[in-house]
C-alpha cells in the first residue's frame, strides 16, 4: 500500500504545482459516477455528471434556487396544469434542434427505461396525467395529483434528443410505447456516448468505469461558451492520493480532502479551499417490515427492529457529536431532522437526540432485549464522506448497550442494488433535498409506496404510518405554502417519532483547488466544471 504523507508534500520544492490552463481542467473526485445515462440512477455523482451533457426544463443555482434552462416561463392554473415555454434557437450536440418533443420523448423514457435502478425520475414522471405540446416551443403537463414542485422536480430530469430511437409521431401514450417504433437507448448506448447526445456545455468524449471521463467543450452551447475546452474527471477514492495529485499537479481541483488537512493546505498560497454546508442527511434506514430480516438474529427469529423501543434505543446509543468532531472533523453538523433546521417544512426546534447509553439499554429491557441481540450495518464504502468509518463507529456505539453489530462496508455498484432489492436489515443511506424543502426526503423514504411509485419509492424498509401517509400526501399536493409547511412539520414529527430512521449529521463539502481557479461551492454538492472559472 502506497503511504502519502502530507507534509512531505507541502514541504517538497519538486512538487510545485503546475499552474492551471485556460483549456483543460482536471478533477478528482471522491465517488465516481456509475453512468452517462442521466435517467439510470437518481445520485449525486450521476446528477452531476449528467449537467455537463443534459439541460433540463430548469436549473438550480449553487443555494438551490430555481432558475430557467430549457423553459423560459412556466405558469400554473391552480390546479393540475402548468404551461411550460420552452427556449427557442438551442440544438442538440449532434446540430438536431431541441423542441417540445424530445421534452415528450424524455418523459417517456424514463417510464420506459428498463435499465434503471429503481423508481429513478419515475417518481416525478410517475405523476403526468398528459404532456402535449399546441406547438414546438410549449409545453403543457397535467398532473394526475396537484404538484406544487412541479419546476423543481422536472429541473432533475436530463432532456435526452428524440433522435436516439426511431420513431413515428411522439406522444405522452406509454401503452403504446409513445410512438416509438425501435429500441429505447439504453445504459450502454449512453455509457458508449452513442446517446450522450444533449444540448449542455460539454459533449462525453470518453466514459471508462473506474478510470477517466472526459468532455469537450460543446461549442454551441445556448447558455454561452466554457473556459474549458477539455474537462477531465478522475475517480480517486481515497483522500491521501487525491491531496497528494493536487500538491503534485495531477490535478487541478480535488472534492473532499480529508478536514484535518485543511489547515495546512490554507496556509499554503499555491491553494485554497471552499467549504459549503449541504442538505444531505446521512442515516440509517430499519428494516421493520419482515419477521424474520435478514442480517437480524434474535430469540424466536424475532425482528427486534419491528419495536419503536428498540429502534429509539439504537438512536440514543449514537454519539453524533463524537461522530462529527472526531470522524468529521466538525465539517458536518448533527442531524435531529432530515433536513437542516430553517429549511421549508423543517421543525423549528427540533427535539435533541441525546447521547444515553443508560436510557438505550433501558428501553432495550423494557422491549424485552436486556441482553440485546446481533444484526449487521450495511453500508457503502465509496460514496458520502468517511461512510465505512462511520458505520464502524455505529456498530460500536451499539456494543456498548449489548447490541452486537457486525460491518459489511461495500462498494456503491454493489450495496444501492441490493438496497433496492431489500437485501439488507440496517441500511446506511445519504439524501441530499432536490428542492430545497423537507418533501424531498418524506415523500421518498417514509412513505407508503404508491402504485405508480410517485411516492415512497425508497422505502425498502417497510415503515408505515397511516397518519404520517396521510400528511404527507396532502402536504404534496397543497399549493399554499403556508399550509403546506405546517403539513410538513406534522409529517416531520411523525417519521422521527417512528424512528424507522435515524438521522446521523448533515454533510458539508469540501473542494480544494490550485489558488489560480475559482471554486463556487454547491449547497446541493454537484461537482460541476460550470462552477470553476480561472481566477482573475
Known sequence: MRIY?????LAGACLWAMP???????????????????????LTPNNALAQHIFDGLTTQDEQQKVKPALALSWENDGKNTWTFKLRQGVTFSNGKPFTAADAIFTFCRTLKNETKITGSFADVTGNFASVTAPDPHTLVIQTKQPEPLLPTLVG?????????AKHDALSFDVEKNCGVTGEWPTLTTFNDGSAAIGTGPYKLKSYVRGSAIELDRNDTYWGGKQPWAVV?????????????GLIAGDYDVIENPAARDLGRINTDKRFSTVITPSTRVIYFQLDVAREP???VKAEGDKNPLKDVRVRRAMSMAIDRDAIVKRLMDNAAQ?????????MFGTLPNPPVIKYDPAGAKKLLAE???PNGFQLTLSSTNDRYINDGQITQAVAQYLAQVGIKADVDAMTRAIYFPRRAKKEFSVALGGWGSTSGEAASFLRQWPATADEAKTIGGSNYGGWQDAEFDKLIREAIQTLDDAKREELLRKAGARALEGAAFIPLHFESTIWASKADIKVTGRADQFTLAMSMQPAK
Open 20 to 42: 492551471a490552463t485556460s483549456q483543460t481542467l482536471r478533477v478528482a473526485l471522491a465517488s465516481e459516477p456509475t453512468a452517462v445515462d442521466p435517467h439510470y440512477h437518481d
Open 293 to 295: 430480516s435478514p442480517f
Open 334 to 342: 448533527p442531524a435531529y431532522q432530515f433536513l437542516p433546521t430553517g
Open 367 to 369: 422491549a424485552g432485549y
Open 156 to 164: 432533475t430530469v436530463g432532456i435526452i434528443s428524440s433522435s436516439t
Open 5 to 9: 504523507r502530507l507534509g512531505a508534500l
Open 232 to 244: 477531465r474527471f478522475v475517480p480517486v477514492t481515497n483522500a491521501g492520493p487525491r491531496l497528494a
